[in-house]
T-cell receptor
Framework: GQNIDQPTEMTATEGAIVQINCTYQ??????LFWYQQHAGEAPTFLSY??LDGLEEKGRFSSFLSRSKGYSYLLLKELQMKDSASYLC??????????WGAGTKLIIKP | NAGVTQTPKFRVLKTGQSMTLLCAQD?????MYWYRQDPGMGLRLIHY???????AKGEVPDGYNVSRLKKQNFLLGLESAAPSQTSVYFC?????????????FGPGTRLTVL
């Protein structure tokens, strides 16, 4: 079956760095997405990786290892506004997104 | 541009009632999707459309029907609502079939079925 695993909840301190991990098992693989979702709002796109390696975009970076079925989202210089859920989603062989349940990130002052 | 809009934002139904959720996008996107999001679970695809006049089933299509008569609109219907359909429903659109195309989401519809 197809499956995405990510931690349910993480806590970090304002100004610090946090890494949110995601492992995936899908029928075929056409890339991995990270979305941010604030409480009561719609998901918004953060990043897309299809090749191995690190993609950096400002304070956010995303890493992919296709051989390990593993990705992480790295958030630097955490701000209170980064408190949100972070959704990992893998694109399978039919170009359908398989979504993880999301990681709720709590930022403390 | 409004992006992706959904109506209504909230709705309470009684078991057995029917309703239609409307999704509209002004980005000229080919692909449109309906998801449901439940606590502790990932987004689950209900139905999707790869263009005007076409629809296809997703992961959890039972109890729902859809129509895409116009490119900019994607309707989700519940013919006979059940408490198990209590959820937050998100519509999304994407430019095309290429894998790197991100999906743009509407604000969601919070549906409660009593």
């Amino acid at each position: 079956g197809q499956n995405i695993d990510q931690p349910t909840e993480m806590t970090a301190t304002e100004g610090a760095i946090v890494q949110i991990n995601c492992t995936y098992q899908t029928s075929g693989f056409n890339g991995l997405f990270w979305y941010q979702q604030h409480a009561g709002e719609a998901p918004t796109f953060l990043s897309y990786n299809v090749l191995d390696g690190l993609e950096e975009k400002g304070r956010f970076s995303s890493f992919l290892s296709r051989s390990k079925g593993y990705s992480y989202l790295l958030l630097k210089e955490l701000q209170m506004k980064d408190s949100a859920s972070y959704l990992c989603a893998a694109l399978d062989s039919n170009y359908q997104l398989i979504w993880g349940a999301g990681t709720k990130l709590i930022i403390k002052p | 541009n409004a992006g992706v809009t959904q109506t209504p934002k909230f709705r309470v139904l009684k078991t057995g009632q029917s309703m239609t959720l409307l999704c509209a996008q002004d980005m000229n996107h080919e692909y449109m999707y309906w998801y449901r999001q439940d606590p502790g679970m990932g987004l689950r695809l209900i139905h999707y459309s790869v263009g005007e006049g076409t629809t296809a089933k997703g992961e959890v299509p039972d109890g729902y029907n859809v129509s895409r008569l116009k490119k900019q609109n994607f309707l989700l219907g519940l013919e006979s609502a059940a408490p198990s359909q209590t959820s937050v429903y998100f519509c999304a659109s994407a430019e095309g079939e290429f894998s790197y195309n991100e999906q743009f989401f509407g604000p969601g519809t919070r549906l409660t079925v009593l």
